[in-house]
Each structure stands twice: as structure tokens, then as C-alpha cells.
């Protein structure tokens, strides 16, 4: 499986980005997915995180209400939908699969990670 994440960019602080994540070769939709970011001198953090049917999610305190995570397996494709943002966002955003269906959130949990897209976001 190949995910390829793509959507970042630089956005003023209150804006909004919508990230997706497009998966190819052996895909299946039967699999859990997760959005993880990474800034400079930080540990790789959740931020958002769907079961196999994309009914249960996730989303840690500090993105609670801002961003949304969809998925259309039609499409192979995940998404984070990101708003108000602050230069606290400010990270490489990577997408991954999990080893289950079930949603989760231990990174260990993850075992095919996309290359990461970055946001910046201005003050």
C-alpha cells in the first residue's frame, strides 16, 4: 500500500486547508486511518483518527472542533478538513493506515505511512 498525502501549504492564522490522502497499489478499505504531525524538535503527535466505516473518530483536546476527518473508500481517499488555524499547526502532516479496522490511537498501531505534506500557518 502507497499513501500519498497532498493539500498542505501556507495559510494566514484563522484560515482553513483541507488535506488529502490518496492510497494506491493493495488497497483495502476494511482498515482504520490516522492523521499524525510532526513539527521541529516535536514527538510525531494524533491529530485525527476514523475506524474502517469512518463513523468513530478521534481528535485530541488541542484540535477538538477545528478539524473533521472524513474518509470516501470509493475513492481510496482520507481526509482532514482543517480550520481556524493557529501557527500552533504548523507541522508536517502525515496520513496512515492501521493494522486493524478499528480506530486507534497508538501510533505503534500504524504501519504504512504516507510522505508527509506540510503546513505553515502565518500569525
Keep these: 500500500v502507497q499513501l500519498q498525502a497532498f493539500g498542505g ?5 484563522g484560515g482553513c486547508l483541507r488535506l488529502s490522502c490518496a492510497a494506491s497499489g493493495r488497497t483495502d478499505s476494511r482498515y482504520a486511518m490516522g492523521w499524525f504531525r510532526q513539527a521541529p524538535g516535536k514527538e510525531r503527535e494524533l491529530v485525527a483518527a476514523l475506524d474502517w466505516s469512518g463513523s468513530i473518530t478521534y481528535y485530541p483536546d488541542s484540535v477538538t472542533g477545528r478539524f473533521t476527518i472524513s474518509r470516501d473508500n470509493a475513492k481510496n481517499t482520507v481526509y482532514l478538513q482543517m480550520n481556524s488555524l493557529t501557527p500552533e499547526d504548523t507541522a ?12 486507534s490511537m497508538a501510533r ?3 504501519n504504512f505511512w504516507g510522505q508527509g505534506t506540510q503546513v505553515t500557518v502565518s500569525s
Aim: proline share 0%; aromatic share 24%; hydrophobic share 40%.
Design 108 to 110: 505503534y498501531q500504524y
Design 92 to 103: 508536517v502532516y502525515y496520513c496512515a493506515q492501521a493494522r486493524t479496522g478499528f480506530m
Design 9 to 13: 501549504g501556507l495559510v494566514q492564522a
